[in-house]
């Protein structure tokens, strides 16, 4: 009985690693999808859901990367989707 239960823990606890090990990788390419994308993609997948496109001139640069740090936590977005969104709006 007790090399059945071991048995099952090796099984389950092999099972576990190779979940995280795939975790791990497709987590991995979706980041390599969104280094890919231009600032303009991201800013259609990520910001204009809720806004529309402003004129670059509306802001500053000083001005555009406080918006951009203020929008990065609401938007959940990275440090390299943020820089490249804010450099599609400061053209």
């Known amino acids: 009985m007790k090399k059945i239960k071991t048995r099952t823990r090796g099984w389950i606890m092999i099972i576990g690693m190779i979940a995280v090990i795939a975790l791990i ?19 259609a997948e990520n910001c204009q859901r809720c806004h529309n496109t402003p004129s670059p001139s509306a802001f500053s640069h000083e001005q555009w990367k406080t918006v951009g740090l203020h929008m990065q936590t609401r938007a959940q977005l990275t440090d390299k989707e943020r820089d490249k969104i804010i450099a599609f709006l400061q053209q």
């Open 25 to 43: 990788f497709t987590s991995c390419a979706e980041n390599e999808k969104i280094a890919a994308k231009s600032g303009a993609q991201l800013w």
